[in-house]
């Protein structure tokens, strides 16, 4: 917490609130609605800079973004990651969003079914997802969509938050069907029981020695020592919200590079990460990786749409066939060059492609004494859907 003390954001715009995420570069808090009709990522300014409304970054126009849920930011590419969920799986996938322009695409889609929690390693390259599917696993991937394996699959089930311990290299996840917080080595190796007997654990955070999770059942954001499971502590309670989005701020979680490794490769669209420095330019689909390996262009005969995330015909003004449904997957990445350090190579890629879900839509914030964390809340009327009336974003 913050000097102990919760404070009321009161961000316009806040129903409908799942994933939170903060960038400590913009002091924005971003995060992901559900909200019939406005579906996206929306932002609002922490401090208040440009007044407390809150903002689109990306709006869900045509469907596409029709259930955003998980949600992490890569403050070094200046990237947000976010999972896509729909119960039948035709429209579910990893997406990514560059912070810059607004322009998202679809990142991972293969044996994609019901993704929730994501998290993101920056400086390893490295993101992590949890799918609640028909086979749920904790799943990790290189940041640019290549890499993708299933690292935690035993005795899992409903894999809600995800989090990375950088000063451990571990991950951590709550499961709300077996009540319980655990971690692994990286590579899912050397699998821990942290806390059990959890009424049902959401999101999650680590730092230092703490970990903290939001719960629905007690609604209540509590922490505990991330070694043994002890000390639990509540650090923030209120009867009438049920917390679901939970992100922690400190300068220690976002450590910064002198030279950022997107600074060199001049990526027209999306500079994503990879492991050991590299990076890789990728396009939005319909879109092809010019000569140069660093600027998406648009076929002969095309030219890219008001939005810029596909190419049209010119003609007929008509979008051209996705990449992806061609079976130009983030397979072709796996073949891609790409660069690390200070080289001036830029990788060439093609665009890659619970049970019980519970919606979700009050927003609070919660921190422990040297941090700031926030956590959205939401009010349920069910178990599937639920509509709420207002939302309160806090910090601590």
Known sequence: ?????????????????????????????????????????????????????????????????????????????????????????????????????????????????????????????????????????????????????????????????????????????????????????????????????????????????????????????FACNKFTGRNVTVLYKEPDEYPTGLTLYHPLVYPTKDEPPCLFARCSHFCLLRPEGAVTCACPPTYVLDRDRATCTCPHGAAPNNDGTACVVVSQERELPDARAMGEVGEARESADTIGGSSNEVATTAAADQKDVKSSSKQASTVPTTTTTTTTTTSTGGTEESNVETTTTKVV
């Open 1 to 221: 917490m913050k000097e102990g003390v919760a404070t009321s954001l009161n961000f316009s715009g806040t129903r409908g609130v799942v994933g939170l995420a903060f960038d400590p570069v913009t002091q924005r808090v971003y995060w992901t609605s559900i909200e019939p009709g406005k579906q996206g990522i929306r932002y609002a300014h922490l401090h208040g800079n440009g007044g407390r409304r809150a903002e689109f970054l990306v709006r869900s126009e045509d469907g596409q973004m029709s259930n955003p849920e998980g949600l992490a930011l890569d403050h070094v590419g200046r990237n947000l990651y976010f999972t896509n969920m729909v119960e039948d799986h035709s429209n579910s996938y990893v997406g990514v969003v560059d912070l810059a322009s607004g322009r998202w695409m679809k990142l991972i889609t293969r044996d994609v079914q019901k993704p929730r929690g994501i998290a993101v390693y920056p400086e390893r390259g490295l993101l992590f997802y949890a799918d609640w599917g028909s086979s749920p696993a904790l799943v990790r991937a290189n940041m640019d969509g290549t890499g993708v394996e299933r690292i935690v699959w035993r005795d899992v089930r409903w894999i809600n938050g995800v989090a990375v311990d950088r000063s451990l290299d571990r991950i951590y996840w709550t499961d709300a069907n077996h009540d319980r917080i655990e971690s692994a080595e990286l590579d899912g190796s050397d699998r821990r029981l942290i806390l059990e007997g959890v009424a049902h654990p959401v999101f999650i955070s680590v730092f230092e020695d703490s970990v903290y999770w939001s719960d629905w059942i007690a609604r209540k954001v």
